[in-house]
Each structure stands twice: as C-alpha cells, then as structure tokens.
C-alpha cells in the first residue's frame, strides 16, 4: 500500500501546484492587460506631445526655425 500511498500523495501536490500556477497564470494576465492598456495610452500622449511639437515647429518664423547641428570639429566634417 506504501506505493499507492506515494502516488496518491504525489498527484495531490501535483493537483495543488497545477491550482496554484493558475492563479498564477491569471494574475500575470490581468498585468500584461494593465501593462499593456498603459503601453497604448502612452503611445497615445507621445502622438499626440509631437503633433503639438511640429504644430508649434511650423508656426515658426523661417529664420527662427532650428538648423541642422554642424560637427564640433573640423574632423568630423565630411569633405564634399
């Protein structure tokens, strides 16, 4: 009986760690979904941050608007 006994108990805690990886699984599911929501939402107010940025870049006088960054130093100009 001390066989049946051993398995018995071996497929309890089988059943309990099968139980308790579910809840696991479940909890990990719910914060990709939250994670997920925040991801989107930031992606969101990126978008919509550089839309305002360029709006604001555009209603810029011509002599105003940003130049394109030169090399601090002569080696590292590029020879036309």
Do not use: C, F, W, Y
Not at 5 to 15: F, H, K, P, S, W
């Amino acid at each position: 009986m001390s066989r049946l006994d051993d398995l018995a108990e071996r497929i309890e805690r089988l059943v309990l760690r099968h139980e308790e990886l579910k809840r696991t699984n479940t909890l990990l599911e719910q914060q990709l979904g939250s994670v997920s929501s925040e991801r989107d939402s930031l992606k969101s107010r990126l978008a919509a941050a550089r839309a305002r940025i360029d709006a604001l870049l555009d209603r810029l006088p011509a002599d105003l608007a940003p130049k394109p960054a030169e090399p601090a130093n002569a080696a590292d100009r590029k020879i036309a």
